[in-house]
């Protein structure tokens, strides 16, 4: 946990805001935020899994070599 910084709140039109210092920024460009009793909690937004990843990457446009996948010949047991 690192220590406590006094910080300034200001308004960005109707809504309030508070300037994050450098050495408490969030990666990427979304948050969570949501109260623990009187205190503001505000977390990264994390990546569902996956699947998330899964659906964000654009598909191979590169034809796939054929493979031989016949079985082979069983062994003889002796």
């Given at each position: 946990?690192?220590?406590?910084?006094?910080?300034?709140?200001?308004?960005?039109?109707?809504?309030?805001?508070?300037?994050i210092?450098?050495?408490?920024?969030?990666?990427?460009?979304?948050?969570l935020m949501?109260?623990?009793?009187?205190?503001l909690?505000?977390?990264?937004?994390?990546?569902?899994?996956?699947?998330?990843?899964?659906?964000?990457?654009?598909?191979?446009?590169?034809?796939?070599?054929?493979?031989?996948?016949?079985?082979?010949?069983p062994?003889?047991?002796?």
């Amino acid at each position: 946990m690192s220590d406590p910084r006094h910080v300034k709140l200001f308004r960005s039109g109707r809504n309030q805001a508070v300037r994050i210092p450098v050495d408490f920024e969030l990666p990427g460009d979304e948050a969570l935020m949501h109260r623990d009793g009187d205190r503001l909690v505000i977390e990264p937004l994390r990546k569902r899994g996956l699947i998330a990843l899964l659906q964000s990457m654009t598909p191979l446009e590169e034809e796939f070599p054929q493979i031989d996948d016949s079985l082979p010949s069983p062994e003889r047991v002796l």
